[in-house]
């Protein structure tokens, strides 16, 4: 795929690249790119025309410090302390703006699942396998791309785990 496909594309350069290198540049005519920022997982569903359950979050925090990725369905929320006890950490917290820019190299509402600056462990809950194709940010918060959740947390280097509040 050429340089002007993944610029058409519309995806952050380095998540394009973090494409090619994966063998899955065949996604990047996929990506669908929006006239307005679709930064909250209602935006995009919106956006797309999908349930909000089949948004992939991407979501950076800092365990004792260290920076995690946890990927969430877009209709739940983390549960900070399973993810402290799936990480056997002391304190879990969300992670500060400059800290995500820079661990992953994008900004937050725009953060895919891979393709970042630097690598980190990843958490993917397991809610995300409830459907045949969920849709992630492809870089910024004006692209989404769709793929399989199965692949999509295996090229993340997901860990599957349950890691979303419940509600009773």
Do not use: N
């Not at 990843?122 to 199965?150: C, E, I, N, Q």
């Amino acid at each position: 795929m050429t340089t002007d496909a993944a610029e058409e594309s519309g995806a952050h350069p380095r998540f394009a690249e973090a494409l090619r290198e994966l063998s899955l540049a065949d996604l990047l005519p996929r990506i669908r790119r929006f006239p307005d920022a679709t930064r909250t997982a209602e935006e995009a569903a919106a956006a797309i025309g999908c349930e909000l359950s089949q948004i992939c979050k991407s979501l950076i925090f800092a365990a004792d410090g260290v920076p995690v990725l946890v990927l969430m369905d877009g209709a739940s929320l983390v549960d900070l302390e399973l993810v402290r006890r799936e990480l056997g950490a002391g304190k879990v917290t969300r992670a500060r703006v400059e800290l995500v820019r820079e661990t992953t190299g994008y900004a937050i509402g725009g953060v895919p699942p891979f393709g970042h600056r630097t690598r980190t462990r990843v958490l993917a809950d397991r809610s995300l396998l409830d459907h045949d194709v969920v849709w992630a940010a492809a870089g910024t918060p004006y692209t989404v791309f769709p793929m399989d959740p199965k692949t999509l947390v295996a090229h993340a280097g997901g860990t599957l785990v349950d890691v979303r509040e419940q509600h009773l």
